[in-house]
């Protein structure tokens, strides 16, 4: 009797498992079996490592690849070589927030290593073997909502504005009474603390946050793609109980709810 229910109960978890699978991966749960598995993302579109390694998309403990990338946190891909042009102000209050050179500064570059559309995902570096993978992201994919996205990024113009420092934005954006922007010792605003509330401001105070700051997720106060997402899949929000309810799980590696944009407002005050 107590093996059948062991068994049920293994039965129950892989369809729970399996079907969150289809939406994405278990946000929180670690690099292992996330889409930033290589050797499970895209349900095997990618060549997978021969020793079954994870980390060894991004990283290996030896002969790194020498590159010019920084930060290059012993990294064993294929370095991205695309250069975009950064995003244009909308705002005439921002003028006197200036781009890096190269808005990929930091992790973006990093990131861009797969998601730039050119360069093999699959591929890595000289330690220990190279797998020989060959295949780019560039397949679109339907997601949770059901709608056709893709995942590569091409034009910076149009996407999130990147590199350019946090402090600038606060010199630009926080002026005497008018605060428009968070202080980046805050964390991001924890799961479901704008579920079922009214919000405002004013309540901003009351809400619990995470204990990763806006300032940790700065490149030498550099705002990339990694102060949204974690890459690592080990500390960022889980989708609300409601939303995975409907059949709308997701997983974007995000610091803070997309539900009531809880990831916009924990830097915008809005
Ligand atoms: C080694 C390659 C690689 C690197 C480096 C990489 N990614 Fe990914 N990423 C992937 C793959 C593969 C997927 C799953 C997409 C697929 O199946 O084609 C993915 C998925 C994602 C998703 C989820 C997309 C969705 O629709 O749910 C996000 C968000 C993301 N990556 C952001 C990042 C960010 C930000 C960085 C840098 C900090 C980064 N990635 C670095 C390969 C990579
Ligand atoms: C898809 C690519 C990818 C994979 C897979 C990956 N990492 Fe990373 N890792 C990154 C990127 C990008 C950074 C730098 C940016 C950041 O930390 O957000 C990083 C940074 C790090 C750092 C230094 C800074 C920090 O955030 O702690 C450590 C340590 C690390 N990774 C360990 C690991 C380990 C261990 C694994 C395997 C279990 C792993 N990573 C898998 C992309 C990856
Ligand atoms: C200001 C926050 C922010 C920054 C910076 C950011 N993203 Fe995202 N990203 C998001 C959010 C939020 C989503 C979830 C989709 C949505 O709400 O449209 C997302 C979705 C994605 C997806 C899934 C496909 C899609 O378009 O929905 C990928 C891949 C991705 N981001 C990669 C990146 C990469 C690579 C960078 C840097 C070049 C980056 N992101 C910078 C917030 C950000
Ligand atoms: C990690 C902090 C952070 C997060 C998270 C974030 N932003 Fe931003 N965003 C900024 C900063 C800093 C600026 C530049 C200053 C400004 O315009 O307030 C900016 C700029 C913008 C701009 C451009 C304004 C212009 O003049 O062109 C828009 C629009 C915007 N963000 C919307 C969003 C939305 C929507 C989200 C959620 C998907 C989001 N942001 C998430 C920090 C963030």
New binding site residues.
């Given amino acids: 009797m107590m093996k059948k229910l062991v068994i049920l109960l293994a039965i129950a978890s892989i369809t729970a498992d399996s079907s969150l699978a289809l939406a994405g991966s278990t946000p929180k749960t670690g690099v292992n079996g996330s889409m930033h598995d290589i050797n499970v993302a895209g349900g095997g579109t990618y060549k997978a490592d021969q020793f079954q390694r994870v980390c060894v998309f991004c990283h290996t403990p030896h002969n790194a690849l020498p590159s010019g990338l920084a930060p290059a946190p012993l990294w064993n891909h294929a370095q991205s070589t695309v250069n975009l042009d950064p995003?244009?102000?909308?705002?005439p209050?921002?003028a006197t927030?200036i781009f890096n050179a190269d808005p990929l500064i930091g992790p973006s570059r990093l990131c861009m290593c797969c998601h730039d559309g050119v360069t093999a995902v699959d591929s890595h570096g000289s330690a220990g073997s190279f797998n020989g993978g060959n295949k780019e992201m560039t397949t679109h994919y339907t997601d949770a909502l059901s709608n056709d996205v893709k995942r590569y990024i091409t034009d910076c113009t149009v996407t999130?504005?990147i590199g350019?420092k946090?402090a600038d934005?606060?010199a630009?954006?926080n002026v005497g009474t008018d605060t428009?922007?968070?202080l980046p010792n805050n964390g991001?605003i924890g799961d479901n603390q704008l579920v079922g509330v009214t919000f405002n401001s004013n309540i901003r105070g009351s809400l619990t946050y995470s204990t990763k700051t806006?300032a940790n997720?700065l490149y030498g106060g550099y705002?990339t793609c990694a102060?949204?997402h974690d890459v690592h899949n080990s500390v960022n929000s889980v989708p609300a109980a409601a939303t995975v309810a409907a059949g709308k799980s997701y997983n974007y590696f995000l610091?803070?709810q997309e539900e009531d944009?809880a990831?916009?407002l924990?830097?915008?005050i809005k």
């Fill in positions: 995003y244009v102000w909308a705002s209050a921002n927030i999130h504005p350019f946090y934005a606060l630009a954006r428009e922007l968070v991001y806006i997720t705002l102060s949204c610091y803070a944009s990831i916009c924990s830097c915008h």
